[in-house]
């Protein structure tokens, strides 16, 4: 609980620090759209390069790889089966059934999942299996998602195939290409550029603090469709993941009871903030994409704690 609270207060003090620069005038609309510009063209590729380039492959890491790895690809396909659910249930249009989607489907599984496991889990078993549940999750991400969200964005786009090819993705293809061959990259290179992705979520989240600033807070509270997101994300399919995972352990394939746990509590990480970055790039509604962050991070102060208590009771 105090790891949690601790990650996610850690987000809203630097949220905080977008707000007031845009209370003081420091940041302003336009402003922050420059600011996407420089996180979705530099900041952001260099992290994802830089978190594959730098992930080396050892043998508990191959070992565990295949579970935990279709554990996210299995995961984040339920949750955009029940997003369709929910979004019909809800009546989106179609820029907000894509926004629904994706955030439902991506959780913040780098900047919230990595302290909470290594904590739980210390030694770096904990990180393994949390990096390898990241590159399932970010190699559905830089393509379903990218494509669901340009879908969304664009009626035009189911045409299309290049709108995959942008800096994120490009950054992608290559780390994996780096991990899977092992290629180094001397320390005097890697080291600032590792610095500088990693700058990211504190771009991302005082952008979102200026996004913060221009929403009003009785609508939010109000906001349904944040609180069902929520509660597929956060709660049932977690929950749905622990008893496949559960049935196959109890069916002959040999797991680590911490590894389940680790793949659960990736899979049951609140909203990522990248996804309102997103959003902003393409023109659609930032504004909700920030309300199911801040919705879905401050539940999963209670969801995470309970999520963790049921697998360790259920394993």
Sequence with gaps: MEIIFEQIL?????????IIAFR????????????????????????????????????????????????????????????????????????????HSAHTMFGNVVFLGFPLLDALFPGGEG???????????DALLWTWGIFILKKGANKQSKHKSTHLINPATVAFALGVVFMLFKIKIPEMLFKPLFGLGHTTIYLSMIYVGVVLAQIKLKPLVKNL???ILSFNKLILAPVIL?????????????????????AVLQAAMPCMVIISILAEDLGMNSKQAVENILVSSVLSIITL???YWLAEMIM
């Design 10 to 18: 850690l987000l809203t003090l630097i949220c905080f620090a977008g």
């Design 242 to 262: 622990m008893l496949i995972l559960v049935l196959v352990k109890k069916a002959g394939l040999n797991i680590s009871q911490d590894a389940i746990v680790c």
């Design 24 to 99: 003081l005038k420091a940041v302003s609309a336009s402003n922050a759209e420059g600011l996407v510009k420089v996180i979705m063209k530099i900041t952001l590729p260099l992290l994802i390069f830089t978190s594959f380039a730098g992930t080396k492959l050892n043998d508990e890491i191959l070992m565990n790889f295949p579970i935990v790895f279709a554990s996210a690809i299995f995961s984040v396909g339920i949750l955009f089966l029940l997003s369709k659910i929910s979004a019909n249930f809800l009546k989106l249009d179609r820029e907000n059934t894509a926004l």
């Design 225 to 227: 469709r944040s609180y």
């Design 305 to 307: 704690p309970g999520v």
């Design 127 to 137: 990180l393994i299996y949390a990096t390898i549940f990241q590159i399932g999750n």
